[in-house]
């Protein structure tokens, strides 16, 4: 066989990216993000004061170091903290395919399993066969009338300690100065719209999985490129609800939710963060296939979201929370971009 006839042949299999296992960022203060992470609900792994890893139930994570690693990529020459995107993928198959497809026009490393290039926007990418773990946990159980039960009798919708952990990194939200460069690249990858914002960007879905977006993309200004925002799938609105209101609790600042977004009807709710971005939980994300036909909308508030809530302090009838109660703990957070 040829070479060309090879090269032809793996960019004619489909590139299974099921999505993203990691986010890697170079922080200014590595104390502060990992208590942050903690708090949001992620598991701290092999994590000391130079940094470490905050997995999900389904061992997707984010992973921190000190800004000024030499282990990290380079940054983007902005004030993004994100330093790598690591996509997992369903074999080697697919990695060949990517090192075949991206080693047309730059250079790819495929060292350890691996394989690491950057995007034509200067994100640095990395692909590797996925550490996701399967999960098996039940969604989010509802009851209604006309449709037979979802939870037996005398089991709780809510029991006050519910947990609501993150189960699996969902999508990232770049920033970037030209969209259109930056969808034809993951196009060569195997992503495909599913639907977009006229004059903003695409919902980009590999053909892994059929979440409705793992990358969204915000056509900005050079000097805003980076990460805008990530988020974790939760088991359902309620563990939205539940998981913020704690993370409120313990002081951090909500920054836009809990709500519905239109495109992908999932819910959220996004914080501050100090990773130089928001940071967000979401639930029940519309799944796609290939019959799907991408929508496209003018972005307004009305095209982002069904809904929208925002947090109040806890209330009843009978007043406010007594006088002298305790202050609940604050941590500091900086205001993301
Ligand atoms: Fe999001």
């Known amino acids: ?7 032809e042949q793996l960019k004619d299999m489909k590139m299974k990216i099921i999505g993203l296992d990691t986010l890697v960022f170079g922080v200014d203060d590595v104390a502060a993000c990992s208590q942050y992470l903690t708090d949001y609900g992620l598991t701290p792994v092999a994590v000391t004061a130079q940094g470490g890893r905050f997995e999900a139930l389904d061992g997707t994570a984010v992973e921190i170091r000190a800004k000024d690693d030499p282990a990290l990529p380079a940054g983007l020459g902005t004030a993004s903290m994100l330093r790598e995107t690591v996509y997992g993928v369903a074999d080697e198959a697919t990695l060949d395919a990517i090192e075949a497809e991206l080693a047309t026009d730059r250079t790819v490393v495929r060292q350890g399993g691996v394989l690491r290039a950057s995007d034509d926007l200067g994100f640095a990418l990395a692909f590797q066969v996925t550490v996701r773990k399967p999960l098996a946990l039940p969604a989010e159980a509802v009851n209604a009338p006309g449709a037979e039960p979802n939870r037996r009798p005398n089991a709780l919708g809510l029991p006050p300690d519910m947990p609501a952990s993150p189960r699996s990194l969902s999508h990232v939200v770049y920033f970037v100065p030209d969209t259109a460069k930056a969808e034809a690249f993951y196009q060569r990858l195997g992503f495909v719209c599913t639907d977009r914002f006229i004059g903003v960007g695409p919902f980009l879905r ?6 409705h977006h793992t990358l969204f ?4 200004p050079p000097f805003m490129k980076g990460c805008e925002h990530f988020t974790f799938h939760m088991g359902g609105p309620t563990e939205v609800l539940l998981a913020g209101t704690r993370f409120v609790e313990k002081g951090y600042q909500s920054f836009w939710g809990p709500g519905r977004h239109r495109f992908g009807s999932n819910w959220f709710w996004y914080f501050n963060s100090p990773l130089g971005c928001h940071v967000e939980y979401d639930a029940d994300m519309d799944l796609h296939d290939e019959t799907w036909a991408a929508r496209e909308a003018p972005m307004s508030a009305d095209a982002s979201q069904l809904f929208l809530f925002q947090h109040r302090e806890k209330w009843a009838p009978s007043g406010p929370p007594p006088a002298g109660a305790p202050l609940r703990p604050v941590h500091e957070t900086v205001p993301s971009t």
């Open 1 to 7: 066989m040829n070479t060309q006839t090879k090269l």
């Open 206 to 211: 590999p053909a892994g999985t059929q979440d």
């Open 217 to 220: 993309m915000i056509q900005t």
